[in-house]
């Protein structure tokens, strides 16, 4: 069975759904607005009108440095982007924050595969093998301060350190992905990023 991301969000915003991220999503007469969650009630917005342009949004933050994690709370604001259907909804959400719709969808049907930690520190080779030897007091810290959504992450993380221990340095609606619904749909972490692994690396050569 092929996974139908465009009805699965069609079925989230029928549902209520109306922000992903800091991307606030109002249905409008001919389509979709987007803006920024805190520019809500701003009218001195940019237009922008093409799905496309949702990656020049994300790329710079509001000083105009580079978001290296498009997930990251820092979203530059003053623009709004008017769509005419779901299609391109979801386009431009793609632009956004990539793969997060799909990624939801796989999971409400059962088939995303979660890596632990240590699963993920285990593969690593070459400069980032090394990873392996951060411990889990260490690892649990280092998630505690990279991965908090008020300045790291806005996923909700769905993995532990390993099957048998939990993180402890996050509140637990971090974890949570029925947190904030049905308006907000859930950006899911299903395995530690490329720059967790390399912030695990900096620990360990640190210590």
Not at 19 to 41: A, C, K, M, P, T
Not at 48 to 69: C, H, M, Q, S, W
Request: aromatic share 6%.
């Amino acid at each position: 069975m092929t996974l139908d991301i465009t009805t699965e969000l069609q079925n989230l915003l029928a549902a209520g759904a109306d922000h992903i991220g800091q991307v606030l999503i109002r249905r409008v007469d001919d389509g979709f607005e987007l803006r920024h969650v805190d520019d809500r009630s701003r009218e001195d917005l940019e237009l922008f009108l093409k799905p496309e342009d949702a990656r020049v949004l994300a790329t710079n933050d509001d000083e105009g440095k580079f978001r290296p994690l498009k997930t990251a709370p820092n979203l530059r604001h003053g623009w709004r982007m008017h769509v005419p259907d779901v299609f391109a909804l979801r386009r431009a959400l793609d632009g956004f924050y990539p793969a997060m719709i799909g990624v939801f969808a796989s999971a409400g049907e059962g088939s995303l595969d979660v890596a632990h930690l240590r699963a993920t520190l285990g593969r690593q080779t070459g400069m980032y093998a090394v990873t392996r030897k951060i411990t889990d007091d260490q690892a649990d810290e280092m998630i505690g301060n990279f991965c908090r959504s008020d300045g790291g992450c806005l996923k909700t993380i769905l993995w532990k350190i390993d099957e048998n221990r939990a993180v402890t340095s996050l509140p637990r609606e971090k974890f949570d992905p029925a947190q904030g619904q049905p308006a907000r749909i859930p950006m899911l972490c299903h395995e530690a990023c490329n720059l967790l692994v390399a912030e695990a690396r900096r620990v360990v050569k640190n210590q």
